[in-house]
């Protein structure tokens, strides 16, 4: 009965002071508010980058050679024998440039690239009409391409391209297969580019060597292992490990993941000093209370109220506001991190884990920075409080 009485007179002096106890309130709710916007978006900013990595493939490496003194390049039959390192599953060299494509009255500017067979399995591009490139299509350099999903659009719009022609630069190639639309990833589009026989690109280009490739590990834990043999390969072949650069996408997540996570940890310990800022704002407004009624204390335990209840009045009352700080911070924090998955091109991921925490805090921040002036009050002498005016 007493327990509920203390509820009920918090609750009453609380709504007796409305603006106060609101701007009372306000430290805690823009604390927890800032924690849980700042980090759903650093949560959500690490699975856009993750995704974005993942894209390019745990289980692969990708190889460009710069070049050092005469040897700047590799040939296919050299790319090729790195398959043999222990846990590789394929490589596939390409050779890259820029053309205009053309059928009939529309043309585009796209990617080419020259690629072998190994390419669908590397780099998990597949037709969804017709077929991949052959090996004898490289063998006879025919003129032969696998076209993108956009590049087709542009080109073709709703009509089936493949056993259709098109130029590119003025070279006439056959469309044997369209490929299955893969979507944007941090290298670009891939779906506006067109692939021919790594041969045939090698005289259409006018490019000689490889110098980009891609390894394939038959298991992501391989991938370590695999990279330092192809640091002593490449470094023996080329010279100088300052010729080439190996790209390896699971530790730019893990690299990316740990950047993330410190920032989000440091911004989020910004926001929580406001929490700690409320907590002062708190058990300041508490003590002015405390002093404002003292004659009322005084009363009460005059007609019996004993120092625990005297405790536990101020103690709620000092608990309701942060909690009730929390919960409007609450609210507000998931109403700007919907607001922000509106306004920004992130995937927005709430963090939940982080609601639960922020309300726990604002609750211990009630109780830490009530606990001064609760016993202030409960320790005050009846008759020195009915003296005060």
Excluded: C
């Amino acid at each position: 009965m007493i327990f509920f009485q203390s509820i009920r007179m918090a609750l009453l002096s609380i709504i007796g002071n409305k603006i106060r106890s609101f701007l009372t309130m306000l430290g805690i709710i823009i604390g927890v508010s800032s924690v849980i916007l700042i980090v759903s978006l650093g949560l959500s900013f690490n699975n856009q980058v993750t995704d974005q990595f993942g894209d390019l493939g745990t289980d692969l490496l990708s190889v460009n050679i710069f070049g050092y003194g005469a040897v700047t390049s590799m040939t296919p039959e050299e790319v090729n024998d790195l398959g043999h390192i222990p846990g590789v599953g394929g490589v596939s060299p390409t050779i890259t440039g820029s053309v205009t494509a053309k059928n009939r009255n529309r043309n585009t500017d796209t990617n080419v690239e020259g690629v072998l067979p190994a390419y669908e399995y590397v780099k998990d591009f597949h037709v969804q009409r017709g077929r991949f490139l052959l090996n004898i299509d490289n063998q006879y350099r025919q003129k032969v391409a696998l076209i993108g999903s956009e590049t087709a659009t542009k080109l073709f719009g709703m009509q089936d391209p493949v056993g259709r022609d098109i130029r590119l630069n003025g070279d006439t190639f056959t469309i044997v297969g369209l490929l299955k639309a893969k979507g944007d990833s941090l290298m670009g589009s891939n779906d506006n580019k067109i692939l021919i026989p790594l041969a045939t690109a090698e005289r259409f280009l006018q490019t000689k060597g490889i110098q980009s490739f891609e390894v394939k590990a038959r298991n992501p834990q391989n991938i370590p292992a695999i990279k330092e043999q192809l640091q002593q390969v490449l470094t023996a072949k080329i010279g100088d490990p300052s010729g080439f650069d190996i790209f390896d996408a699971q530790a730019m997540i893990q690299s990316a993941e740990k950047t993330t996570a410190l920032l989000s940890a440091s911004l989020a310990g910004i926001a929580g000093i406001s929490l700690i800022v409320g907590g002062i704002g708190i058990m300041n407004i508490m003590i002015v209370s405390v002093n404002e009624r003292t004659r009322e204390i005084g009363i009460r335990k005059a007609i019996g109220a004993k120092k625990g209840n005297i405790l536990l009045q101020f103690m709620i009352e000092s608990i309701f506001l942060s909690t009730l700080g929390g919960s409007f911070g609450i609210g507000t924090g998931l109403g700007l991190v919907w607001i922000a998955g509106h306004f920004t091109p992130f995937q927005i991921q709430y963090a939940w884990s982080m609601v639960a925490i922020s309300f726990a805090f604002s609750f211990i921040i009630g109780v830490l920075f009530g606990i001064i002036p609760a016993n202030k009050a409960a320790r005050l002498r009846p008759i020195h409080a009915l003296r005060t005016d």
